[in-house]
């Protein structure tokens, strides 16, 4: 099977990617907000332990329970290879292809417990696209890198990324307990790919200790909590005793991938390090089963803040009704919806990637149609190592300097009175703004146009 990469678009007015200037207008001023569930579903009425299934125990139902719960029987009987997966379900030529070749870019593995959350019957199955590698992976877009987030440009220790002034990324580790197939390091993630990670643990503690502005030290990798207890507690103790040292972090998606790791003593062990907060990985509704609900509530119970990193995939995640889903059996897991991540331009990632705009139109479907708890902040990590950068739609439509023209949720649009910076004292008379004629925000209204959506309400959004 073959696969050929979409090629470069032109450089016309939009760029690299081709937008027309009549595509270049601004993001979700036309808010359709009831978008369908791709397969149709429609959430009944349930209970919160309804909603929370278990992943339950499908082709293992054999094995005793202890070894079911415990983590290291679960990471010892990982699917690795392309006989052990075709011997559970049947894969597609594209997938065939893919696992035969995973051993050259970035390894295959699935926990039997994540494994269960498969539909075996259906080749378009949201997790499935998420660990089974396809043929589409070998190929490489012009414009994907291996290192799209820069962070090799600036290591200042084998496995220690100092990007931001205030913070740093420490690579402790290159193992995860699966591996997703848009790992934006799968360059070092997994021992397969172009790159190996060599973290010089002292070397790094070291640079945290000198740089007395580092406050904030996010563990990742790879999975931290594929450490066990004691080795991660080493870690922890080294960096705690940095009085520079305000916060700690955990990026993870053991929670979900491996819930049996989440054991009372780890989380025991954790809260010692305490302000200690976790990000963990998750981006179906499918994935917040009643194991990562129990392990989320055992990390909340060790007064860890929990928040939830969700990567924007084709396939998987790009619609409202099921990130909507998602954010809710997240916020009911006490995690907060913290980042939509775009799909970084990894090499191989193409057949997984969805437009800029499509993450708008989720956001617009979130922001003021639920709780504001459950809206994360949608960013694309710059290519090249720009950092993350906010993307949302356009809410300010015009703004002088006596008013700003807002829009809310609805389409509806206000007018907010614009105060000056530099603050005098107001006489008597002195707080009535003067008239959009006088401020010359009328202009700026009237290229707003009028529309009606035929429930009455009447809308002005802009030209
Ligand atoms: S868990 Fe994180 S580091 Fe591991 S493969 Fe997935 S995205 Fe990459």
Redesign the pocket.
Known sequence: MTYTAPAMQSDEPGGQWGATRAECVPFGVNPQVDFPHPKGVVLKPSSIDERFPSAGRGLWSHVPETDWNDWRWQLRNRITTLEALEALMPLTPAEREGVSQAGRH?AMAITPYFFNLIDINDPHCPIRRQVIPRVEEMVAAPWEMADPCGEDEHMPVPGLVHRYPDRVLFLVTDR?????R?????RV??GAGEQRLHTEFTDAINYIREHTEVRDVLL????PLLFSDERLEVVLRELRAIKHVEFLRI???IPI?LPQRITPELCAMLRKYHPLWMSI?SNHPKEATHEVREACGRLADAGIPLGNQS?LLLGVNDNAAVMKELVHKLLMMRVRPYYIYQCDPVKGTHHLRTSVRKGVEIMEALRGHTTGYAVPQYVIDAPGGGGKVPISPEYVLAHDKQRVIIRNYEGKVFEYPELSDVSAPMKLGQGVPPSPKETGVEPALKSCHTTDKGNGHRRQTLD
């Not at 995860?176 to 997703?180: F, G, R, S, T, V």
């Not at 848009?182 to 799968?186: D, G, P, W």
Request: proline residues 0%.
């Open positions: 970035l995860c307990a699966a591996y997703c848009y790992c934006t390091r799968s993630v997994s990742s990798g790879g999975d990026g993870t998606r991938f990985h990567v």
